[in-house]
């Protein structure tokens, strides 16, 4: 074990990306720290008359490009430096997409399994009645994240808007339909990551018909699921927290989203779609055109990263690859697209969500669609002829192009040069 934070481990991917750039140096110590991290403990009545508490966070690590946007989870583990690392990728995940905002996370360090639904609903509105004076929808705006949903977004929205005394749908993102969220928010992660390949799938030469293997078969990963087989492509394995399953010639993925929606694990229906069980480290090691990790942070290391036979990674999870992971796949030949930009259509649906609730006019799935591919296809194209007229990986070049965003606002403001001159 070392001292080194999973925030510290981040901070490398800025000093690389850094390295490829002329900036001022004011620009990476104001990215090198968040802005703000607010900690509370959240207490409540549970549903046996006692009260107990629960540790939660809000970090808004910049806010140079527009107020700060990123999503709440409630995970038992979560803890202080995780949210920060959280926020710090989403500031540079919005200057990716050219999106106007900084980046924010939060956290309630919670089992939401563990709490009945109206234990559930009071956790949910604590937390906003504790950070509402952090939260806002010109200052940071919140959306859903690990084991957090559209209707824990609307009790919060609503919790808001009762503090504030008006109703404020743009204060969050992610939110049920019936109550100002957008079409199209419940696949946009999947859906922006299915974008990115399908667009590059010619210089990943990535064949017509590919095989997929899934990480983590939760929200983002059922939905990439669905679209690559409706492409024609084969999931040839796939795990949840159960354990994971595989068959060579494709599992029946229309069966295995329905199982999982009657509250079934991949391995209790491996007989029924005719699949093997393996372990988890099987898995990561099946051979395949694509992997995607879609679960939590630092799935593939420096461990297990060298029995990927996959010849691409689309990290549809948020830093399922932690910097020692990155050599071995990148000595291997492996192209790994990056959480940055691979995740970033969430964030920006989200975005359309904002604008949507801010102009009180909303736009119909197929042009959310249309504005999202437009998006997608722009940016990840620039990454990609940043990568490859410099000669580096997809993540540099991705950081490379958010950061030279993030410098030029930062350098607007005025850097050592302009005051000394």
Same mark, same amino acid.
């Given at each position: ?218 929200? /983002? %990963? =059922?939905?990439?699921?669905? #679209? +690559? *087989?409706?492409? &024609?492509?084969? $999931? ?25 929606? /009657? %509250? =079934?694990?991949?391995?209790? #229906? +491996? *007989?029924?779609? &005719?699949?093997? $069980? ?144």
């Amino acid at each position: 074990m070392t001292d080194e934070t999973l925030l510290d481990r981040a901070l490398q991917r800025l000093e690389t990306a850094a390295s490829h750039l002329k900036i001022d140096q004011d620009v990476i110590e104001k990215l090198k720290y968040p802005r703000e991290t607010t900690k509370m403990r959240l207490l409540i009545r549970m549903d046996d008359g006692s009260r107990k508490s629960f540790l939660a966070w809000r970090c808004r690590y910049d806010d140079t490009r527009g107020p700060t946007k990123g999503g709440i989870r409630f995970h038992p583990d979560a803890t202080e430096a995780e949210v920060e690392t959280l926020a710090f990728w989403m500031t540079f995940k919005c200057a990716v997409m050219n999106l106007p905002y900084g980046g924010g996370k939060g956290a309630v360090q919670v089992d939401p399994r563990r709490l009945s639904k109206s234990e559930l609903e009071r956790l949910s509105r604590a937390y906003m009645q504790a950070f509402s004076r952090v939260v806002g929808p010109d200052r940071d705006i919140p959306a859903p994240d690990v084991y957090t949903n559209s209707m824990i977004m609307g009790w919060m929205a609503d919790e808001y808007s009762q503090i504030v005394g008006a109703v404020t749908p743009a204060v969050i993102t992610g939110k049920p339909i019936a109550l100002g969220g957008s079409l199209g928010r419940n696949d946009a992660t999947a859906r922006g990551g299915y974008y990115l390949v399908r667009h590059l799938a010619d210089q990943l030469r990535l064949p017509a018909q590919h095989r997929v293997v899934i990480q983590g078969f939760g929200n /983002a %990963g =059922q939905f990439y699921a669905q #679209l +690559a *087989a409706k492409d &024609g492509h084969l $999931v040839v394995a796939a795990s949840d927290s159960s354990g994971a399953i595989r068959r060579a010639d494709g599992l029946d993925t229309a069966a295995m989203i329905a199982g999982k929606a /009657a %509250g =079934q694990s991949l391995v209790a #229906l +491996a *007989a029924q779609l &005719g699949a093997e $069980v393996i372990s988890p480290e099987a898995l990561i090691a099946t051979e395949c055109d694509l992997l995607v990790p879609a679960a939590l942070e630092d799935m593939i290391h420096e461990g297990n990263a060298a029995s990927v036979q996959a010849k691409v990674v689309l990290e549809l999870a948020n830093g399922p690859v932690t910097p020692d992971g990155d050599k071995v796949l990148e000595s291997k030949g492996v192209v790994v697209l990056p959480d940055i930009l691979a995740n970033a259509g969430g964030v920006t649906v989200s975005y359309f969500e904002w604008v949507q609730n801010r102009q009180g006019y909303y736009w119909d799935l197929e042009e959310i669609h249309a504005r999202l591919l437009r998006i997608v296809e722009r940016e990840g194209g620039a990454v990609w002829d940043i990568a490859s007229a410099r000669g580096i990986s997809m993540r540099t070049a991705a950081y490379v192009h958010a950061l030279a965003r993030l410098a030029g606002a930062i350098e607007a403001h005025g850097t050592q040069p302009f005051f000394v001159s």
